[in-house]
C-alpha cells in the first residue's frame, strides 16, 4: 500500500518529497530504471546517498516521483556570451528519453534575458 504522502501545508518538493522529489542531479536525467516509490521516513534534506534518487526503490511505500531539472544553457541564467552553448534540439530530445522516458517528469529551464524574454534561439530549440 502507497503511503498518501501530501500532508496539509506540506511543500511539494525535496529530496524525499512530499509530491516529488529531485532526482538527485541537475543534469536532467533519471536512471535507467526510475521507481516512483521511496520508502518512507528514509530520504530527507541533504540526504547523503543522494544518487539512489535517480533510481526510487522498487520496494518504496510512499508514492514520490522523480523531477529532472535542468537548464536549457550551461548555467540557470542568461549571460550572451552562452547564446552559442544553447541545448540543440537533439540534446533536449535525448535528455527527454531519458527523464520522461525513464519515468520522471522534466523541470527545464529557460533563463530570461536582461528584458526579461526568453532569447530567440532558446525559444526555437
Not at 520508502?39 to 535517480?54: A, I
Not at 510512499?62 to 550572451?80: K, L, M, N
Request: with cysteine; net charge negative; proline share 6%.
Amino acid at each position: 500500500e502507497i503511503v498518501d504522502s501530501l500532508q496539509p501545508n506540506a511543500t511539494i518538493f525535496g529530496d524525499g518529497g512530499p509530491g516529488c522529489r529531485w532526482v538527485g542531479n541537475e543534469n536532467g536525467f533519471a536512471g535507467e530504471t526510475c521507481w516512483s516509490t521511496i520508502p518512507s521516513n528514509t530520504v530527507y534534506p541533504g540526504f547523503k546517498d543522494y544518487k539512489q534518487l535517480q533510481f526510487g526503490w522498487e520496494d518504496g511505500d510512499q508514492w514520490t516521483p522523480a523531477e529532472c531539472d535542468v537548464s536549457i544553457r550551461p548555467g540557470w541564467f542568461y549571460h550572451e556570451k552562452e547564446d552559442s552553448k544553447v541545448k540543440t534540439v537533439e540534446d533536449l530530445c535525448d535528455l527527454y528519453y531519458k527523464s520522461v522516458g525513464h519515468n520522471a517528469t522534466m523541470l527545464l529551464n529557460f533563463p530570461v534575458d536582461k528584458d526579461g524574454l526568453i532569447h530567440p534561439i532558446d525559444s526555437a530549440n
